[in-house]
């Protein structure tokens, strides 16, 4: 039961990620992406990794597409899909170089996989409930995960800083004086 | 396995039928309850009380031509009005709708699917449901729809912020992210979650009313502004299914907001009858939108955001802040010290509300108050 649903899951994130590469449109590409994500996250499912999947569909299917999204529909990428799909000298060397090293490292690790994969996991079966995430993110790992934080905040500000034009400053009652917000 | 298999099968298939089938109903009440607050008629052709009304409409746009506009995207401009209605029947599979009953000897759990972190589940669903309005919106190749796409999904994602933070509050109290535990817990308190947490349930009534887009948070559908919004172009049975998602997620979300602050299936008094209590308070919290929708005018656009952020986002953390302090602190007594606490900071932020309106009103006679601020 547990190998059928693998297969078929990983089927469809492999064939959607494949839909991510060739799809001629952005918006299509961001959509299959979503679906692949999808699959990824019932995979952490499977490995009763349960707060991974529901993270990873609430954040990276759910937020961070959506905002992509934002992008590409006030850029109309679409619009300009002869200007993206331009190359670039000597792209398809390099593709190709870089893609054989990418093929050499799977293959690889293929080959000697028994060794790396055979070893016993460090975590006991079972973890990943939320309880587990976050003792083990509030306990042991706090200060890296407040140092994360911080490096977010900073970018934050910074993208507050760069997206500021001058003439957009609030004016001081507060009323907006540019665009709408967002 | 076989037994439960069933099981599933037939409490998936009678949810679903429920919840699709209180969509006509919901739909008539909504018209006529309007309409006479509004002092209308309303329906009232078509069957008893019009009654048949929105089965003719029903009829009528699923018999109506299939039109693709030219321009579209095609794949997309399809698949948007599913994405607009599935997540919001797919979150109800988690929402527990009575205490578990004996079927032939074996314990059924009111409930679709008893997940420990139904909870999460939800938040995660109605994350996802920000896609059709968007792809609808884009797809279309109309700038209307595309504004009213790109308005619609911005306030989803920035009102999802309290909504979440004001659940984790709930989370603390119960300590657990199941539904069917949340409710239980509000048995063991002896007081139901609005008591404790009646800032969190303020703050969760208007940040859903802003997340099902209805009036007076209906932006991306502001006839007035947009035409339509995102389903401007869409007409017939794909129409209907935008209409549809609308309302499902209206029943969802007034089961959700039952279980986590009114007890769930519990009755306030008199014997605990299964459903009838549910669907009590379901509709109670229905009509209680659409009481809303009938009262307050359409909010600006910058209003709608500066509630969201300015307001909404810095009481919940407010309210999340003194849940934790005082669970920590309270001990055995933290749900009775928060009963008062939760009422108190209520009226300490509406109270900083109004003062801050009344400040900005004076500095700038020209600017109407925000609205939907305080109170």
Known sequence: MTWLTFLIVSGIAVIFAGGLIFSRNAVHGAMCLVASFCAIATLFLLLSAEFIFVVQIAVYAGAIMVLFLFVMMLLNVQGQEGALAGRAPGQLLVALALGAALLGQAVWLVARGGEIISRPARIPAGFGSPEDIGTALFTRNLLPFEITSLVLLAAMAGAVVLARKAGLSPKPNGAPAGGKPE | MLFDLIASFIKAVLVFAVVMSFVPFLIWLERKLVAWMQQRIGPNRTGPFGLLQPIADAVKLIIKENIFPSGVEKITYFLAPMMSMIPALAAFAVIPFGSPVRIMGRTVNLQVADVNIGILYILALSSLAVYGAVLAGWSSNNKYSLLGGLRTSAQMISYELPIGLSVVSIVLLTGSLSLNEVVRSQASHGIWN?????????????????????????????????VAGYHTEYSGFRFAMFYMGEYVNMVTVAALVTVLF??????????????????????????????????????????????????????????????????????????????????????????????????????????????????
């Open chain 2, 194 to 226: 609005i008591f404790p947490q009646f800032l969190g349930f303020i703050i969760l009534l208007i940040s859903y009313n802003a997340e099902l887009n209805r009036a007076p948070f209906d932006l991306g559908e502001a006839e007035s502004e947009i």
């Open chain 2, 262 to 375: 009114l007890g769930g299936w519990q009755a306030p008094f008199g014997p605990e009858i299964p459903l009838l209590w549910f669907l009590i308070k379901i509709f109670a919290f229905i009509l209680l939108y659409m009481w809303v929708r009938a009262t307050f005018p359409r909010v600006r656009y910058d209003q709608l955001m500066a509630l969201g952020w300015k307001i909404l986002v810095p009481a919940s953390l407010a309210n999340l802040a003194m849940t934790a302090v005082i669970i920590v602190l309270g001990g055995p007594n933290a749900v009775r010290i928060l009963s008062v606490g939760s009422i108190v900071l209520a009226v300490l932020v509406g109270l900083v509300l109004k003062a801050a309106v009344a400040l900005r009103t004076k500095s700038a006679p020209g600017l109407a108050p925000p609205a939907g601020a305080g109170s």
